[in-house]
């Protein structure tokens, strides 16, 4: 089992969550222009990667929230955990430029609710052990 660092919550076991697919997949620019093949290839398609892989997960049964994960595909390890909207770091910790279009809006949550403020909070942890042990206000541990 993987010992996941909720940037919300801190340390949880996985069955916490749930696994949201590849990150940073950008938006189609006009999607109303697409035929049914290129369509077909935004909705199902997705990198096979073997080593670093960014994916997207939620707390489900935690803070209810979603964040990006750097995860080696062939070790399992967490290299990287931070929130959605920001760019990819690479390996080392360090942001990558941003290949994708999340959605930074505060009510892009599952629930439809504000996001909690995690402005001053650090998110980057390298393993599994949180950058921060303090929770942003408004996030429930």
């Not at 199902?44 to 964040?67: I, V």
């Not at 942001?95 to 599952?110: F, I, K, L, R, V």
């Amino acid at each position: 089992m993987l010992l996941i660092s909720c940037p919300n919550c801190g340390s949880r076991d996985e069955t916490e969550f749930h696994y949201g697919g590849q990150a940073h997949v950008p938006y189609p620019k006009n999607p109303n222009e697409l035929n049914d093949r290129q369509w077909a290839e935004f909705l199902f398609y997705r990198d096979n990667t073997k080593g670093a892989f960014a994916e997207r997960w939620l707390h489900s049964t935690g803070c209810r929230q979603w964040f990006n994960m750097l995860r080696d595909t062939v070790t399992y390890e967490i290299q990287a955990i931070y929130p959605m909207g920001t760019p990819r770091p690479d390996a080392a910790g360090r942001t990558t430029p941003d290949t994708g279009t999340a959605s930074t809006a505060a009510d892009s949550t599952t629930t439809g609710t504000a996001a909690p403020d995690i402005s001053g909070t650090s998110t980057a942890t390298t393993g599994t052990t949180p950058a921060s042990t303090t929770a942003p206000e408004g996030a429930t541990k």
